[in-house]
């Protein structure tokens, strides 16, 4: 009797433990190229937004704004007036942010969709304690991360009876 | 007598070897895996914008010394106390308003050095507590998570 080769079962068994590893394998290599690929565009859109929001936040919510209003009806403008008597232009168009002297050019398929600036206040019987909020508000979408917010949001609060925004 | 080829392996053998390597290679799937879902969180736990949102309320509570008294006898016996719902602050509109406009969830102040059994009735957020490690010398540590699934944690107080 030719006492070469394999067995049906040792076949089976071979095969089922081999498409196991290669499963895993393949699993593995997918999460490789994945994060491979996403870090890179992603690191880039939240090193912008943490650039953005901490020299917006840095300049608004520390050299207390005294006021602020639009620069001209073309584009989103605003012009920030400050305590210490600086101005801070924040331009946004379709091409960049830009906020003093910062520039966050947006490329790789971002873009901003409606930015807001709004001003809520609330009834409060004491009027020496702030009141209101301004919120100044960026959101930043990209195509490759379309449920993803890259943008940021910045909240002012201050005494309407001491500065009139 | 016919000579017998005992040349190759025996199932057995062949067996053996796959368990142990399928064994090896499935443990390193686990450890990739786990270090894939920390990279995840990384992008979900104190992003920027977020920690400036947060310092917003740290500025409220300092301004609030009702407030801040509050949540020292809380933390006598308790391990956090919730703001939630804004029952320590004076101005419980303010409070909502301001809570709303920042898109909190969930939002806690507990010792900075929080220990590490603390939980919390939403899963997330207990995870994210777990994470914390104290530093610094501040007393108090602001814990929130907003309604975009990410999380925030500031120092605060002497």
Partial sequence: ??????????????????????????NVF??????YYESDLKTKLL??????????????????LISYSRCNDSSF????????????????????IKFGDYVYNLGNGS????????KENVELSDISANNSFLVITIPIK?????????GIKLVYQYNSNITSL | MKKINRMGFMLAETLLVTAFVAGVLIYAFIQFTNLNKNYEYSYMYNSINELYLLE?????????NNSLEKIKSGLISSDYVELNDCSIFTDK?????????????NIIVANNYIKNDVTYHDEDFTTFIHKINGSGDSEYRLIASFKNSTYATLRFGD
């Fill in chain 1, 1 to 26: 009797m030719n006492k070469k080769g394999f067995t049906l079962v040792e076949l089976i068994t071979t095969f089922a433990l081999s498409t196991l590893l290669i499963t895993i394998l393949i």
């Fill in chain 1, 30 to 35: 997918l999460i490789i190229k994945n994060i």
């Fill in chain 1, 47 to 64: 090193i912008e937004q943490g650039n953005l929001s901490d020299i917006m936040n840095s300049k608004i919510n520390k050299d207390h």
């Fill in chain 1, 77 to 96: 403008c605003y012009d920030f007036v400050f305590d210490d008597g600086t101005d801070t232009k924040l331009i946004i168009t379709s091409l960049y």
């Fill in chain 1, 111 to 118: 873009k901003v969709v409606n930015p807001t600036i709004i």
């Fill in chain 1, 142 to 150: 990209n195509d490759k991360y379309p449920n993803q917010d890259f």
């Fill in chain 2, 56 to 64: 917003d309320v740290k500025d409220y509570i300092l301004s609030d």
């Fill in chain 2, 93 to 105: 509109e303010y409070c909502k308003k301001l809570f709303d406009i920042i898109n909190i969830d």
